[in-house]
């Protein structure tokens, strides 16, 4: 068992992790910034540094956070709602809807009659592929139905994308487009972007209080509905919010892997799985993986960051099969 | 004896039916009594105990202290109710004392209890432990320190005695009792036919069907016993078990 200071000072040293995360995010790149520039730049009395920080850099963080977040909640939530703790958005195929939503309406050329198409778009396929999930592998599945589940769906989704690619290969510039999203980034990410996640914030807000009744409801539906919780409500909140969560990450950052995975599982291992907890730490936590993946592809020259949470959280997961083997 | 009608019933279930598992059944149960259920395997007892325990959807009417199922909220049905399932399958790592505290959710967290539950059913010494860590007999154990956290004032418990050792089975009948002696109504099902006669009340399942109801000793005939387990019963000198 984890001693009780680790786990009340978890949150705290997250934070601080994070806020360390965030500056570094703002100071490293082709123009280095010291801790000074980086206040002139925001305050505006820098003009290139404020260049720099408000056009690229902070929009950037701004979304780099707002994924992490997502995609960590939503794999806390998921974990919870099939009680097993390799259930994730993008193991389950819930991502690869969502990005294949994305990825239909770029091909179309729908994404310019509004900026909400394409987060509209991603929500639509993530909640095919959620709706999917449930046919195929029912609550409380074992992992072996569960992660085959995910195989099939991603295979089947993969083949819709490749589809619409293989149908747009002479607009170069959607093929680029889609191609993004297909490898997870967060290269040109504007104030757009982040109007598209904001939404992930409201998200949060009402996950938030649903940390103790997904406790309940980890250790068995009929017993969480025999000590009093509303079992019916909390699992349909509970769908919703994995899949927007997913959704919205995935509309304006691409198909990010591992991050809904690694996240909830490091935070259980270091201070236990209630959720009441683990909801914050998640949020926090998420965050500040994304940033510190993205950090990690900057400095090794651009490596894209679906490129580098995936060889971060590939092995980890392997690591991960042969513990619970 | 405690089988005595005072008012209204504890539970009173009305041509309750699950397709393919339980026939038409009803059944009522007076404030107080300690009652088993028992049955040969697959004649219904777990779902008519999830029927009862409104954890099933089924036709007919289920009421709790006279209130039709209903017409009560989800978490005052956590209050007035609490359902122990026959296994434990936990897939994380919550400790035995957060378990227990689960109990306590309807009443808003509030821990009440808590520790005296653990120490009744001697896990004291566990509190701390991973609950996926613990034997068969010792997470059976953790599942009834939350019923007795919970304290609702129906229990209905699957097979609460199936894993565990003979002091364990009588300390076990000897919670059960103090319950009901504090005005509680228990129903549970079991196999051991010998621990039957300690209860108030016996309720036969066969098939699907209600077969008897009543005191252990008009029931448990040797025709009865026959006809529904294909087993011959005498009377003869055996130990007869029981707490020091």
């Known amino acids: 068992m984890t001693p009780p200071w680790v786990a009340r000072i978890a949150l705290p040293a997250a934070l601080v992790l994070l806020a360390a995360l965030a500056l570094a995010s703002l100071a490293i790149g082709d123009l280095r910034l010291g801790p000074a520039r980086i206040w002139a730049g925001l305050l505006h009395q820098d003009e290139l540094a404020s260049t720099v920080l408000w056009q690229i850099r902070l929009p950037r963080l701004v979304v780099a956070m707002l994924v992490g977040s997502a995609l960590a909640a939503s794999g806390l939530v998921m974990q919870a709602y099939f009680r097993n703790s390799l259930a994730s958005p993008g193991l389950l195929g819930v991502s690869s809807g969502g990005a294949a939503g994305a990825v239909v309406v770029i091909g179309a050329g729908w994404t310019s009659y509004s900026l909400m198409v394409l987060p509209a778009a991603a929500i639509l396929g993530a909640l095919i592929a959620t709706g999917a999930v449930l046919i195929l592998a029912r609550h409380g599945a074992s992992t072996e139905r569960l992660l085959l589940a995910g195989v099939a769906l991603n295979a089947l989704l993969g083949a819709v994308t490749s589809y619409v690619l293989s149908n747009f290969t002479l607009t170069y510039e959607r093929n680029a487009q889609i191609l993004f999203w297909l490898m997870g980034g967060l290269e040109d990410r504007t104030w757009e972007h982040v109007l598209m996640a904001l939404p992930i914030v409201l998200a949060s807000v009402v996950l938030w209080p649903l940390g103790r009744p997904m406790d309940l409801l980890s250790l068995g539906a009929q017993e969480a509905q025999s000590l009093g919780v509303d079992v019916r409500r909390l699992r349909r909140w509970m769908l919703a919010l994995a899949t927007v969560l997913t959704a919205l990450a995935t509309a304006v950052a691409g198909t990010v892997g591992f991050v809904g995975l690694i996240v909830p599982h490091l935070f259980r291992l270091l201070i236990g799985p209630e959720h009441r907890r683990l909801v914050p730490l998640s949020l926090v936590g998420g965050a500040a993986f994304v940033l510190a993946c993205d950090l990690l592809g900057r400095s090794a020259g651009g490596l894209r960051l679906g490129i580098v949470t995936s060889l971060v959280g590939g092995p980890f997961f392997l690591w991960l099969l042969r513990r619970q083997a | ?244």
Request: glycine share 10%; charged share 20%; net charge neutral.
């Open chain 2, 1 to 244: 004896m405690a089988a005595e009608t005072t008012g209204v019933n504890a539970l009173e279930v009305t041509a309750a039916s699950v397709t393919g598992r339980l026939g038409e059944v009803t059944l009522s149960l007076p404030r107080g009594v300690l009652a088993g259920l028992i049955g040969p395997n697959g004649s219904g007892k777990s779902t008519l105990l999830q029927v009862a325990a409104g954890l099933l959807h089924s036709p007919g009417s289920i009421r709790w202290a006279g209130r039709p199922l209903q017409e009560i909220p989800v978490m005052e049905r956590g209050r007035m109710t609490h359902w122990v399932p026959q296994e434990a399958r936990f897939e994380f790592g919550f400790s035995v004392r957060s378990v227990v505290a689960q109990g306590r959710y309807a009443w808003g967290d509030d821990e009440n209890g808590v520790d005296e539950a653990l120490a009744r059913v001697d896990l004291s010494k566990l509190a701390h432990r991973p609950v996926n860590r613990l034997s068969g007999g010792e997470r059976q154990r953790v599942l009834l320190a939350r019923a007795l956290a919970n304290g609702a004032p129906l229990q209905l418990w699957d097979e609460p005695l199936a894993q565990l050792d003979p002091r364990h089975v009588l300390e076990v009948l000897s919670i059960a009792r103090g319950l009901t002696e504090k005005g509680k109504t228990m129903l549970f099902s079991l196999h051991e036919l010998r621990a039957a006669y300690r209860l108030d009340i016996i309720v036969v399942l066969h098939q699907g069907r209600l077969r008897a109801a009543g005191p252990p000793q008009e029931v448990l005939t040797p025709e009865l016993l026959n006809d529904v387990f294909g087993i011959r019963a005498r009377t003869g000198s055996g130990l007869i078990f029981e707490l020091p």
